[in-house]
């Protein structure tokens, strides 16, 4: 497997793994009454799997793009967007003068 896609498997799982442990702690804490509504519903395995599948998509697609965000694969060699290639060679500054007119209000 290459390297991008075992480490987008290593952070999506462990997206999915903290949001197992946040369902759990969802049932076990009793919030909302989260545990009756789900032992109520009838099909409490399935219940409580599309809860997991939904919070473990959104942290594992944030944990994805937080890891993205931080990794160090990034070329920072040259400009980057903003026209930073513009401008004298050299990237020295480079004076110069203008006349300011001033306007008399009637």
């Given at each position: 497997?290459?390297?991008?896609?075992?480490?987008?498997?290593?952070?999506?799982a462990f997206g999915f793994g903290m949001a197992g442990a946040l369902v759990g702690l969802l049932f076990w804490l009793d919030t909302g009454q989260l545990r009756q509504i789900v032992?109520?519903?009838?099909?409490?395995?399935?219940?409580?799997?599309?809860?997991?599948?939904g919070i473990g998509s959104v942290f594992a697609g944030l944990k994805c793009v937080l890891a993205r965000i931080d990794s160090d694969d990034d070329d920072d060699e040259g400009p980057r967007g903003g026209g930073g290639h513009r401008g004298p060679q050299g990237g020295q500054m480079i004076p110069i003068r203008v006349e300011a007119r001033w306007r008399e209000r009637r």
């Open positions: 497997m290459p390297h991008a896609q075992h480490r987008y498997a290593r952070h999506a032992a109520f519903s009838g099909n409490e395995w399935i219940a409580a799997a599309v809860m997991w599948l």
